[in-house]
């Protein structure tokens, strides 16, 4: 009896040891810098938290009628495919927005423009949980935009309505499927209902 009591203790102590060990290494690399060394994914995201650059990848000057077009352009597009983002996006699509949003701040083809992008979007990072949170921080970040270059600062009522594609029926299809995708938002979100 003794001996397997003491057995026991001793493969206790051994899991206790081991469990200590791997939380302790858990615990360095995702604080000490260095051990970044050894996890490329977690240097890379160090580097990236700690970078205030950006970078223009299109053309810095422009004559003022051009970028007026560009920038025309540009918030007609974001605004175009913001009024049409499911009001409840799948994880997908929420990554996907998220994606495309950032890219065409990096991509805006105007190089200032571009770098003011860039910027108010890590200030005022993407809102993507739902088409009306996505509307409200696409005009928000315009009006900022706007701000930035002593434009005239765009009224955010009835956005949607503005920038909404397709017909009646188009709308009635919308409005039919999201009971399916509310159906599968709920799943992705909580997992399947294993209740019964």
Known sequence: MRMLINKRIQILLSTVIIMVFVIWVFDSVMIDKEWRLYMPELKEIGKKEKSENVVAMTPLNYKDDTKKEIMKYYWTSLHTTLANYPSLPTLH???????YVISSA?????????IVSQKLMRKYPPQIGSRKSALTWGCKIHRKFNEEFNLTVPTCDDIAASYIIGSGDSKEVTNQNENERFMDYTIQEHGPDKSG
């Open 93 to 99: 699509e929420r990554n996907t927005l998220y994606h």
């Open 106 to 114: 990096s991509l805006f083809p105007c190089g200032d423009c571009s």
